[in-house]
């Protein structure tokens, strides 16, 4: 089942953002001699041509693409011999080559991948956030889950607990809650909770679950709110906080039907975007691990990695599966635009040279650039491939 849900996740990835290219260069007049789902290592198993377009699947469908006429530039013997005057209504392919069109339709056709993407992630978020309600702001910070061997979980915080203040400060959002335990890391901080259930500073009557055991922490009463004193980390494990706790400020509600498609695109936007910004930050956060340390961060996975994440995601069901999808989108929107060299990100900074400088780059020194980003992204594949096997391997 992972392995079905998994090439169903690349295949729509790979599609969509194929499409993109292969959309934006029929409408920039460019001719599409390929649009491949698959990597041709071998004939294709499906192969059918239409107005002037090869459409193929090729066995091995890790992968796509789209070959546009003259995408590595056209020579002139590989033109129809016929005088330049009358090339226009002659040869059929005549201005259809990609290199033979504007900087700005070449960017277009770059640019097309990427946005696809993002549409893709927009689509992704908005469908959950349709199906879910859309995210509205309680004014109080709940605990959702509490982490195994945390700080929250030896202070005995339970799901449900509402955090109400911070050393006597009074918190109605996350951010406040994160930013706090984050600056007093390593220090005393006391914590003000209210409790429905199982709460020992409530009159006997009420707490019918019983009383909480004492830990080395300790906890005192303000009234029918709990005092717990805690230590949050200053090392947390990777995807954890200094406390330990899942927290949410917000509750999804449900809007009359015909609002919640724009609703739901509003807050798929917003997702998109929060996705992105971590994204970026990741990115920073490996790249300068790599130069200080040598060594890959935590919490960075590769093809491995991803698919156990695939895995955990198909037991949960469709729609952490299309949630995963969404994010996986936006990841692979941020790293095609980025200039890395072989990616469209590195192609569109040398339409920007052409742009400032009038002139084409040397195609030799743009190849050359081009197979060393690859081999670039190849290793650093290997090394995060080569962490997700040791954590596996690990446990």
């Not at 277009?108 to 991948?113: I, T």
């Not at 984050?182 to 409790?195: D, F, H, P, W, Y």
């Not at 400032?356 to 030799?364: D, G």
Request: aromatic content about 10%; glycine content about 10%; overall charge positive.
């Amino acid at each position: 089942m992972t392995f079905l849900v998994f090439i169903l996740i690349l295949s729509v990835l790979v599609l969509v953002h194929e499409t993109g290219h292969f959309l934006a260069a029929k409408k920039a007049g460019i001719k599409v001699e390929e649009f491949a789902f698959g990597l041709p290592f071998t004939k294709p198993i499906l192969s059918k041509k239409k107005r002037g377009t090869i459409y193929s699947v090729y066995p091995l469908i890790f992968g796509g693409f789209v070959k546009l006429y003259g995408e590595d530039g056209l020579t002139e013997d590989q033109r129809p011999k016929i005088p330049p005057c009358r090339r226009a209504g002659k040869d059929p392919n005549y201005g259809r080559a990609y290199f033979e069109k504007s900087i700005f339709k070449r960017a277009s056709v770059l640019l097309a991948g990427v946005f696809m993407n993002l549409v893709l992630a927009i689509v992704c978020f908005s469908i959950l956030y349709f199906v879910w309600g859309i995210p509205t702001k309680t004014g109080k910070v709940i605990v959702e889950a509490v982490r195994e061997n945390s700080p929250a979980q030896a202070a005995e915080i339970k799901p449900n607990d509402w955090i109400v203040a911070v050393n006597g400060d009074f918190i109605n959002e996350g951010d406040q809650l994160i930013r706090i335990t984050q600056g007093m890391a390593g220090q005393k901080v006391k914590l003000e909770i209210s409790r429905r259930n199982d709460n020992p500073c409530k009159p006997p009557a009420d707490n019918v679950l019983g009383g909480m055991a004492t830990t080395e922490f300790g906890f005192n009463c303000n009234g029918e709110n709990l005092l717990i004193f805690l230590i949050p980390r200053e090392n947390p494990p990777a995807g954890e906080g200094p406390l330990g706790v899942i927290i949410t400020d917000s509750i999804f509600k449900k809007y009359p039907f015909y609002i919640m498609p724009f609703l739901g695109v509003r807050e798929g936007f917003k997702d998109s975007l929060g996705w992105g910004k971590m994204v970026l930050s990741s990115l920073g956060q490996m790249v300068y691990s790599l130069i200080t340390r040598g060594k890959v961060p935590e919490g960075i996975a590769g093809p491995i990695g991803i698919y156990q994440i695939t895995g955990e995601a198909a037991k949960a069901g469709w729609m952490a599966v299309l949630q995963l999808l969404g994010i996986i989108s936006v990841n692979l929107a941020i790293v095609n635009i980025l200039p890395i060299p072989a990616m469209d990100g590195g192609r569109l900074v040398f339409l920007g040279f052409e742009l400032v400088f009038k002139r084409k780059a040397p195609p030799k020194i743009e190849a050359a650039i081009n197979s060393v980003g690859l081999m670039i992204l190849l290793g650093l594949m290997f090394l995060i491939t080569v962490k997700d096997l040791l954590r596996l391997a690990g446990g």
